[in-house]
T-cell receptor, first 114, second 112 residues
Framework: AQKVTQAQTEISVVEKEDVTLDCVYETRDTTYYLFWYKQPPSGELVFLIRRNSFDEQNEISGRYSWNFQKSTSSFNFTITASQVVDSAVYFCALSEAPGNQFYFGTGTSLTVIP | NAGVTQTPKFQVLKTGQSMTLQCAQDMNHEYMSWYRQDPGMGLRLIHYSVGAGITDQGEVPNGYNVSRSTTEDFPLRLLSAAPSQTSVYFC???????????FGQGTRLTVV
């Protein structure tokens, strides 16, 4: 069974629009960690955020914000006032215990149109 | 700091050839992993290691071998390349405590 689901395969927005990338996860562990990574066209994977299962506080970092809801097993990512440089593939990932490996979603390709 | 270094960046192999993808990290991380990235499938775990001398299989291990003789190095061996192994390969390392993983730049492998 897919542990991390990113249902949105591709999204296109016009610059300055807000956009939310969805991530739904599945786990039986009570302790787990969620991550978002960005993969720009150059191909490298850039870490954006980590959240543990005991911390449901939303987080904001500049134009980026994350909404973690255990009740719906979701960890959504919102970009406010999108920019062309935000165009990339975004991956959500789950790690279930200390040291265990990541389960990645299939990624959402975001295109920001100028 | 170099972080995670993968070599080569690009490689073309003929079916049946063998080769080793190199991965080295200079952060003294205990955990290292290999992933392959294919269109529409995200990153899938091939093999991983929780320390020198310890390796285990991930989701898609067939056709690949690994070893971990030192903390720094975690090479991935393709035993007999097949076109199905055409992919982008990423090596990652992380420390204990479920920190984020640091990824290499990737190796784009084409098997013809």
């Amino acid at each position: 069974a897919q542990k991390v689901t990113q249902a949105q395969t591709e999204i296109s927005v016009v610059e300055k629009e807000d956009v939310t990338l969805d991530c739904v996860y599945e786990t039986r562990d009570t302790t787990y960690y969620l991550f978002w990574y960005k993969q720009p066209p150059s191909g490298e994977l850039v870490f954006l955020i980590r959240r543990n299962s005991f911390d449901e506080q939303n987080e904001i970092s500049g134009r980026y914000s994350w909404n973690f809801q255990k009740s719906t097993s979701s960890f959504n990512f919102t970009i406010t006032a999108s920019q062309v440089v935000d165009s990339a593939v975004y991956f959500c990932a789950l790690s279930e215990a200390p040291g265990n490996q990541f389960y990645f979603g299939t990624g959402t390709s975001l295109t920001v149109i100028p | 700091n170099a972080g995670v270094t993968q070599t080569p960046k690009f490689q073309v192999l003929k079916t049946g050839q063998s080769m080793t993808l190199q991965c080295a990290q200079d952060m003294n991380h205990e955990y290292m992993s290999w992933y392959r990235q294919d269109p529409g499938m995200g990153l899938r775990l091939i093999h991983y290691s929780v320390g020198a001398g310890i390796t285990d299989q991930g989701e898609v291990p067939n056709g690949y071998n690994v070893s971990r003789s030192t903390t720094e190095d975690f090479p991935l061996r393709l035993l007999s390349a097949a076109p199905s192994q055409t992919s982008v390969y990423f090596c990652a390392s992380r420390s204990q405590g479920n920190t984020e993983a640091f990824f290499g730049q990737g190796t784009r492998l084409t098997v013809v």
